[in-house]
């Protein structure tokens, strides 16, 4: 049997090999935590590489993901489809080893990560999503939720302030299935940190109610398992293994040093180090043994079929809970959904309310969470603003078993956390703050874009119509910045139906994130024949129109601006001008129509085009050409009422026909 020295040097070999090949990459988080590793990995970690898909695995998150052929050279060795032809190929186009780990492009990998800090907010996420879901579904002998989520973490995790956001809510929330290994090395790419980073971690994560561990040797085989025998002990409380590492173990002139950190070693440094090692194998070579040893199908696979005979015995006992389980998992929509959806959508258009499109959306939570026991709802200390709860909420910081999360002034950790929280699976969770804060979010939302992840993120305060907060709160630019980033829907709803439709297609929406963006002011309900109800879903379509064939003014709006642009729409039409309202509620679904009805709603022999939306104006120039003019605002906003700021910046009846009649009568 090879010792634990051979078998961690396995990682380090492949790792500093396939970096030298790539001549790009970060051997450093590798050499410096593969002892770490190879404990976990070989020991503790349950998972299966024939199916690296089981559900009761544990979940392993590399957050310093710039360490990522640590994480390919595990999966490599524990036999999961990883090849040595895929690591001679790390970084390379198109490969499965990418500079940093991918979510859904490389199996076995659990969640994207790189940008740091965020893959210890994600694991967050799933072990509230582990938690929660055994809560909802475990039965007296049936532990079918039962895993553990561990995390590698370093200097540079720690340094994000989203560590404190999201560490801080696993302390109170008492995670006790949480396990993060800190690879306390002392160097990040600018040097020796003692200069920027001196917290005293133990103190800081003591303070959050996490069970710390101090002064881990980590390239000590049993001092990493009597941490970890120590953290497996405690069971209500999240816990930190502090392990003291040198960075790039190994390399005679580069170890515990920031040379390491992220470039290659260079050939001669690389065969310096493998002999400092005793690593006389070729590069890329392992030996059998040291194969047969780390080999995990076997093992994973046992333990996946005493899951699945548990399962079976589950189900027999539990059908109807083991059927919803599954459905769960599976992200399938309940069967009565369609039906139940568009009839409640057909109602609002019947029984029309002027309210708020924020108190819209809570009355379509209200209606949809009745038949989707997953929502796992949460928002960052604005419930009572963002409406984000309804009667069958229920607080997990409260009642594990729950479907609701107070993530306090979090909002970068919440939207991470949530991701995770979809990663996980079993739920589909919706978060919430005001537009504005949507800045704190980004790129967690842009994460969530790029796994292609259900979450719907729910920002109200839509505009300078949230009045007196003034310029800090009023968002100007935010929706337009969010429409750029690729993968999402984003929707602007005008009325409590189209809120109810965006939220239906965030529903079944299953390969990426939505966003609704809602209003804090009533806005008026339109009224709707069938067909235009039906073409809501579309992003874009005619909500008002001539009789006549041919069309002076398409008036494009979103939001609160629609019942403006409606408003203008009969003034222009009673002076004899031919005029359509477009509400556009979501303009990247409207853009992936197909031409046909795009030229239709908007035609291009058209010129003459108003877009209004309170925002900035730059979006708006690939709807209307070089010919139309654009209602909105590029500034920053004012403090005072909502009818005083929307008429001092324009949007009003009178202003807007002004505008118009300057274009259409030269």
């Known amino acids: 049997m090879p010792s634990h020295k051979e078998l961690a040097n396995a990682i380090r070999a492949l790792s500093m090999d396939a970096i030298q090949k790539a001549n790009s990459g970060h051997p450093g988080t590798p050499m410096g935590m593969a002892d770490i590793a190879e404990i ?76 740091l800090g965020q893959g210890l907010a994600n694991a967050v996420g799933f072990a509230i999503a582990e938690r929660t879901l055994s809560a909802q ?57 003692e200069s920027w980073f001196t917290d005293d971690t133990a103190k800081r994560f003591e303070s959050y109610n996490w069970h710390v561990i101090k002064e881990i040797d980590g390239h000590n085989p049993f001092s990493i ?65 040291i194969y047969n040893a780390w080999d995990a199908k076997k093992s994973g696979q046992y333990k996946e079929n005493k899951w699945n005979e548990k399962f079976i015995s589950y189900s027999q006992n539990y059908p109807d809970l083991a059927a ?25 258009q019947k029984n029309p309310l002027n309210i708020a499109t924020r ?32 009667s069958g ?21 919440m939207t991470a956390i949530a991701n995770g929280i979809s990663l996980h699976g079993g739920f589909l969770p919706y978060t919430s703050t005001f537009l504005m804060f949507s800045e704190y979010t980004r790129n967690a ?74 209003s804090r002011q009533n806005l008026t309900q339109q009224n709707r024949t069938y067909n235009q109800l039906e073409n809501i879903q579309k992003g874009g379509y005619i909500l008002k129109d001539c009789d006549k064939k041919e ?19 009969y003034e222009l039409s009673k002076n004899g001008f031919k005029v359509r309202v477009v509400s556009m509620p979501s303009t990247d679904i409207f853009d992936k129509q197909d031409k046909s009805y795009r030229d239709f709603v908007l035609p291009k022999n058209i010129k003459i085009k108003i877009a209004i939306e309170a925002g900035t104006t730059d979006f708006w120039y690939k709807y209307i050409g070089n010919e139309g003019k654009i209602i909105g605002i590029n500034d920053f906003g004012m403090s005072g009422s909502t009818d005083k700021l929307f008429e001092m910046f324009g949007f009003t009846v009178n202003h807007i026909v002004s505008v118009a009649n300057k274009l259409l009568i030269k």
């Open 324 to 348: 919803e389980f599954k459905r769960r998992l599976k992200n399938d929509i309940p069967n009565n959904w369609e039906n139940i959806t568009k009839n409640f959508i057909k109602n609002l």
């Open 137 to 193: 579904f475990n039965r007296p002998g049936y532990d079918i939720v039962n895993h553990n989520t561990y995390v590698f973490a370093g200097d540079g995790c720690m340094m994000e302030g989203i560590s404190h956001e999201v560490c801080s809510l696993a302390g109170t929330l008492k995670l006790g299935k949480l396990m993060v290994f800190y690879d306390d090395n002392g160097i990040s790419i600018d040097g020796n940190i």
């Open 359 to 390: 108190k819209a959306s809570q009355n379509t939570i209200e209606m949809f969470g009745r038949i989707l026991p997953e929502f796992l709802g949460g928002s960052a200390d604005l419930t009572p603003s963002n409406l984000t709860m309804w």
């Open 40 to 115: 976990l990995w070989r020991i503790y970690l349950n998972h299966n590489p024939v199916n690296p898909l089981w559900f009761n695995r544990d979940r392993f998150i590399l957050s310093n993901g710039h360490g990522s052929m640590l994480i390919y050279s595990l999966l490599h060795l524990s036999g999961y489809n990883i090849t040595i032809s895929d690591l001679k190929k790390f970084r390379q186009l198109n490969s499965k080893t990418p500079g940093h780990p991918e979510y859904g492009y490389t199996i076995g990998i659990e969640t994207t990560t790189g940008p």
């Open 551 to 569: 069309l002076d003014l398409i008036l494009i709006a979103t939001g609160s601006e629609v019942e403006l642009a409606v408003s203008v729409y």
């Open 445 to 518: 939302i842009r994460m969530a874009a790029l796994m292609k992840i259900r979450h719907i993120m729910i920002y109200t305060h839509d505009s300078i119509g949230l009045g007196e907060d003034g310029p800090t709160h009023q968002p100007i630019e935010q929706i337009s910045n969010l429409r750029t980033i690729p993968n999402i829907n984003l929707w602007r709803p005008c009325d409590q139906v189209e809120s109810s439709v965006a939220w239906k297609y965030a529903v079944e929406r299953t390969n990426g994130p939505s966003i609704l963006i809602l």
């Open 225 to 289: 398992i009597e941490a970890i025998e120590k953290a497996k002990m405690v069971t209500d409380r999240p816990s930190i293994l502090i392990c003291k590492t040198v960075i790039g173990f190994g390399s005679p002139n580069k170890g515990g040093t920031h040379n390491s950190h992220g470039a290659p070693l260079g050939e001669n440094e690389v065969l310096l180090t493998r002999e400092s090692l005793n690593w006389k194998h070729p590069p890329f070579v392992i030996p059998k043994e």
């Open 393 to 413: 909420s229920n607080p997990i910081n409260k009642d594990i078993s729950g479907n609701y999360i107070h993530y306090g002034v979090r909002e970068f950790g």
